[in-house]
């Protein structure tokens, strides 16, 4: 991993050094990962993916997206295998739900290079979508047709004969458990009902790749665990998963995931590469998880303690990055009630620390901007 000590010294000038450095790894751990599946398929060797023989499903070089003169993604390197379950995430405006349309050919790459099953995105469009599914943000099936009309209806669109459709609907209903629902109006559906139903018509002409752009928004937490084993299953079958979210629980069920802000990759690794990043574990520090008897007053005053690089709730509990001089009993963190114990980093503190690096380049911009 590249050093990127975040300290709240470090002036916007070394931020943007860090940051480059920490995107130009990105590209360089892609590029390799590119040539290290091409290596792999060669030579028979396994890597850390699902099936046993490796193949490039997305594979994605210096990809650009611009509208005009806005850039939305820049320059963008990505390859995703056979059967990986791959979580792109980003704030909301970052370039996630574009990409994804690029991939389906729905709009153009400005530059790069973009495959999907060996096939030029640009090219190949037509070919490219016989072989993906697509679940969009917002459920965009027909509110005013049953769960069996909008099935009937999706596979009319594939193409499918009636023997074929039949069997995959019997297969797909069987695998979601949409069975009670087949007759109810698509718009009185439950949120996480509604998901499954789009699934289900996401998957009618067995693609080998799905999207899912955000597919557990607004949905229970029950509903959400079960579309994740839905997932699996589907991943278990060799179906290959691109999955946008903003949860981090499920960012940690992800084989890789990759984190877009302002349509630049500034970071792609499995969940435990990432929290290894020295962005998020400064060198001098140390992390610990803090249960106290008032956990909202220990919390205000360790934001304003020195030494304190960080702190923020989560429940009852606090998690605070600390300088390495510092002891519980420096911080009033010793007592009845009081209970200190080392920590690692979250998914959470690795997002929240490269988009504060990224908040404070955008400052130090319009101020410049400002002043000129």
């Known amino acids: 991993m590249v ?16 940051l480059d450095a920490v995107a130009a790894a990105s590209s360089r751990r892609s590029l390799a990962y590119r040539e290290e599946l091409s290596a792999r398929t060669i030579g028979g ?15 994605l070089t210096q990809g650009t997206i611009k509208f005009g003169s806005f850039i939305a993604v820049d320059h963008v390197d990505l390859v995703v295998g056979k059967g990986e379950v791959f979580g792109l995430l980003g704030p909301n405006g970052s370039g996630k739900t574009t990409l994804i349309r690029a991939f389906c050919g729905l709009i153009p790459f400005a530059s790069g290079h973009a495959e999907v099953f060996g096939k030029d995105v640009s090219k190949e469009a037509e070919a490219v979508r016989r072989e993906i599914g697509y679940m969009s943000q917002k459920f965009s099936l027909y509110q005013d047709l049953t769960a069996r009309e909008n099935m009937d209806f999706y596979t009319g669109i594939y193409g ?14 069987e695998l979601t458990g949409i069975s009670p629902y087949l007759d109810r109006v698509a718009g009185k559906l439950s949120g996480g ?13 067995s693609p080998r790749l799905v999207f899912l752009d955000e597919p557990t928004a607004g949905v229970d937490p029950v ?10 299953r589907l991943a278990a079958q060799g179906i290959t998963l691109f999955v946008t979210t903003h949860y981090m629980d499920e960012a940690e069920r992800c084989a890789r995931v990759g984190y877009i802000y302002l349509g630049k990759m500034l970071t792609l690794g499995t969940p435990a590469e990432l929290k290894l990043m020295e962005a ?47 002891q519980p009993r420096d911080l009033g963190l010793e007592g009845p009630g009081f209970d200190v114990h080392p920590a690692e980093p979250s998914l959470e503190d690795v997002f929240v620390t490269l988009s504060k690096q990224q908040d404070a380049l955008r ?10």
Not at 9 to 14: F, K, M, N, V
Not at 163 to 172: I, S, V, W
Not at 193 to 200: P, S
Not at 363 to 372: C, N
């Open 3 to 18: 050093a990127c000590p975040a300290r709240r010294s470090s002036s916007p000038t070394s931020i943007r050094n860090c």
């Open 45 to 59: 060797w396994k890597p850390p993916l699902r099936g046993t023989h490796i193949e490039k499903v997305i594979d």
């Open 160 to 173: 499918l004969s009636k023997e074929e459709a039949n069997r995959r609907k019997d297969e797909l209903i």
């Open 193 to 205: 009902w509604k998901q499954r139903l789009a699934m289900v018509c996401a998957l009618l002409h």
């Open 223 to 232: 509903a959400r665990r079960d579309l994740w084993d839905l997932l699996f």
């Open 280 to 326: 998020v574990n400064p060198p001098g520090t140390k992390r610990w998880e803090i249960v106290a008897p008032n956990s909202t007053t220990i919390f205000t005053s360790l934001l304003r303690t020195p030494g304190v690089r960080d702190v923020t709730m989560f429940g009852l509990t606090l998690h605070a990055l600390v300088e390495d001089h510092l």
């Open 363 to 372: 400052a130090e911009g319009e101020r410049k901007a400002g002043v000129g």
